[in-house]
């Protein structure tokens, strides 16, 4: 019974600022990479950000270099995504999800996968 929690979504200007979290219980999440997702309506589930196990090493997708940033803590079983300067472009269902051999763009390789959080960005 593992269990992925999103949370931190909601509706702000383009410009704003928010910060997601990826809460992890029944398992320990420092054995797997942590991968963000997003879908848009109309559009493909596509990655995001991810956060590897073993160093730490982070990937971005290009549309989000520089305003997004996706950290980890360990020790509270939990990833987070802090997403500023955010874009009407931005505005999807954010999933996180694990993989457990490194960080990866396609999602067929991750195992576990949160319900998903809405992010709204509009005027």
């Known amino acids: 019974q593992v269990q992925l929690v999103e949370s931190g979504g909601g509706w702000v200007q383009p410009g704003g600022s928010l910060r997601l979290s990826c809460a992890a219980s029944?398992?320990?999440?420092?054995?797997?990479?942590i991968g963000w997702f997003r879908q848009a309506p109309g559009k493909e589930r596509e990655g995001v950000s991810c956060i590897s196990n073993s160093d730490g090493s982070t990937y971005y997708a290009d549309s989000v270099k520089g305003r997004f940033t996706i950290s980890r803590d360990n020790a509270k079983n939990t990833v987070y995504l802090q997403m500023n300067s955010l874009k009407p472009e931005d505005t999807a269902v954010y999933y996180c999800?694990?993989?457990?051999?490194?960080?990866?763009?396609?999602?067929?390789?991750?195992?576990?996968w949160g319900q998903g959080t809405q992010v709204t960005v509009s005027s």
């Open positions: 029944r398992f320990t999440l420092d054995y797997y990479a």
């Open positions: 999800a694990t993989v457990r051999w490194g960080c990866s763009p396609n999602p067929d390789e991750y195992d576990y």
